[in-house]
């Protein structure tokens, strides 16, 4: 089975003690590549070691997450523009948008995606885009784009339907399907009934946001299959094929990770 994560955080201090063991339990579930959104500055180097240790299993993505914007944002981009031949990108995120805890650095948050997306426009990456408690704020901001190319990923998609549409509107864009389709409230599976498959990738967001049976816990990429597996149930379609399909999708929308 041909497995791809398409958003973990496996740089995280939460796996510095066993990232072998979780690399060799994501293998054996089938996961070829994993791809590695950035935080900020502090978590740069390390995403950086681990992929330069496991090249062409992990990929590396450039950006400056929303909840790590503050007011000195623009040196922070300044900084990370400066060394983003460092290692071979394949997107930027996770970028985007975050006002479910306060609004202090609104504007902040606004002009740093704004920035952060003409790098996509301009150095012809995907975008991993972040966005909880904004999506009228985001559709605003993306919508000038529409026409320069820009491509990628809406991740941790959890809305409504109208809302789902709202963004695939986008063309170019999936939606990042987690967790929380397997959570006993969720509203994801009837939302997903409704959208194409061809347009959903799948990812962890590890150590977040893990799967039932383990929710609450450390969350990894080797816990995918049990995503997949609900999707399966959603699609009324085979594992594999859920796995293969959502796989492409992820390679067409990041052709850098491809080989």
């Known amino acids: 089975m041909r497995v791809i994560d398409t958003h973990a955080h496996l740089y995280d201090e939460a796996f510095r003690g066993d990232i072998a063991e979780v690399v060799i339990r994501a293998k054996g579930q089938g996961v070829e590549k994993i791809f590695l959104p950035n935080i900020d500055e502090v978590s740069w180097p390390e995403m950086l070691r681990l992929c330069a240790g496991g090249k062409g299993f992990f990929y590396p993505m450039c950006g400056l ?40 650095y609104e504007q902040a948050q606004k002009e740093a ?26 559709v605003d901001l993306l919508s000038p784009y529409r026409s ?27 939606l990042g399907v987690n967790g929380v389709l397997t959570f006993k409230k969720s509203g994801l599976p009837d939302v997903l009934q409704q959208v194409p498959l061809e347009r959903i990738v799948v990812e962890t967001d590890a150590p977040y946001l893990a799967p039932v049976p383990f929710r609450g816990k450390r969350n990894e990429s080797a816990y995918l299959y049990y995503i997949i597996s609900r999707l399966a149930e959603v699609y009324g379609l085979p594992v594999e094929t859920i796995a293969w399909q959502t796989a492409e999708n992820a390679l067409k929308t990041f052709p850098l990770a491809r080989e």
């Open 113 to 138: 995606f704004v920035r952060q997306v003409e790098w996509a426009v301009a150095w012809r990456l995907p975008l991993m885009i972040h966005s909880r408690s904004a999506q009228a704020e985001l």
């Open 148 to 174: 320069k190319g820009i491509t990628g990923v809406f991740h941790c998609f959890g809305g409504t339907l109208d809302e789902a549409h709202e963004l695939l509107a986008f063309d170019g864009f999936m």
């Open 65 to 104: 997450h929303p909840t790590e914007v503050r007011a000195d944002y623009a040196e922070v981009l300044d900084r990370m523009e400066t060394k983003r031949n460092d290692a071979p990108f394949i997107g930027i995120g996770e970028v985007g948008l975050d006002f479910y805890w306060d609004r202090t």
